[in-house]
T-cell receptor
Framework: DQQVKQNSPSLSVQEGRISILNCDYT??????FLWYKKYPAEGPTFLIS?????DKNEDGRFTVFLNKSAKHLSLHIVPSQPGDSAVYFC?????????????FGAGTTVTVRA | DGGITQSPKYLFRKEGQNVTLSCEQN?????MYWYRQDPGQGLRLIYY???????QKGDIAEGYSVSREKKESFPLTVTSAQKNPTAFYLC????????????FGNGTRLTVT
């Protein structure tokens, strides 16, 4: 049973426009969320994170929004650049004594068109 | 440059054979992890190790084994008991837990026929 869901397998956006990636979760114990980015033939790299005590975290062109009541988070990339074309994974960590488990979504493939 | 090295990049084995995937890190991280990625699915945790000489089962440990004799190394053995071993395997490390960013290797694609 997948506790983190990325319902859009792919997203195509024009260069310079906003990319919005969505992620939903079902486990109310999740209190820390991360986004990872993956290029083909490489391992994922950490992009940005957010704790449940916040509803927004920003890092340059990347902003993550958290809506706890809806169990929903989104990643905004503004403006989108060709180098942003990659697979983006949403991940969540539960509030517990075990800080070594992450639940990942299936990923969203972003293609930025010139 | 510090990082995680996984080898080999591609691995082919016959059904019924055990195979060991290598993972080495020079980041001085205490924690190491093995994940499996299948098409259309997120990464799933196989095993993790918080410290040398200690490791714990993840969500899909059946048919796999690991060892952590050195801080730098966390090899994964895919045994013949693993029902569907063909997959993309990713090794990762972190300073402490998953709330510090995971550093991933470039993965090993295992094909068993």
């Amino acid at each position: 049973d997948q506790q983190v869901k990325q319902n859009s397998p792919s997203l195509s956006v024009q260069e310079g426009r906003i990319s919005i990636l969505n992620c939903d979760y079902t486990n109310s114990m999740f209190d820390y969320f991360l986004w990872y980015k993956k290029y083909p033939a490489e391992g994922p790299t950490f992009l940005i994170s957010i704790s449940s005590i916040k509803d927004k975290n920003e890092d340059g062109r990347f902003t993550v929004f958290l809506n706890k009541s809806a169990k929903h988070l989104s990643l905004h990339i503004v403006p989108s650049q060709p180098g942003d074309s990659a697979v983006y994974f949403c991940a969540a960590s539960p509030r517990s004594s075990n800080d070594y488990k992450l639940s990942f979504g299936a990923g969203t493939t972003v293609t930025v068109r010139a | 440059d510090g990082g995680i090295t996984q080898s080999p990049k591609y691995l082919f084995r016959k059904e019924g054979q055990n195979v060991t995937l290598s993972c080495e890190q020079n980041l001085n991280h205490d924690a190491m992890y093995w994940y499996r990625q299948d098409p259309g699915q997120g990464l799933r945790l196989i095993y993790y190790s918080q410290i040398v000489n200690d490791f714990q089962k993840g969500d899909i440990a059946e048919g796999y084994s690991v060892s952590r004799e050195k801080k730098e190394s966390f090899p994964l053995t895919v045994t013949s008991a693993q029902k569907n071993p063909t997959a993309f395997y990713l090794c990762a490390s972190s300073t402490q837990g998953v709330r510090s960013p995971l550093h991933f290797g470039n993965g090993t694609r295992l094909t068993v026929t």
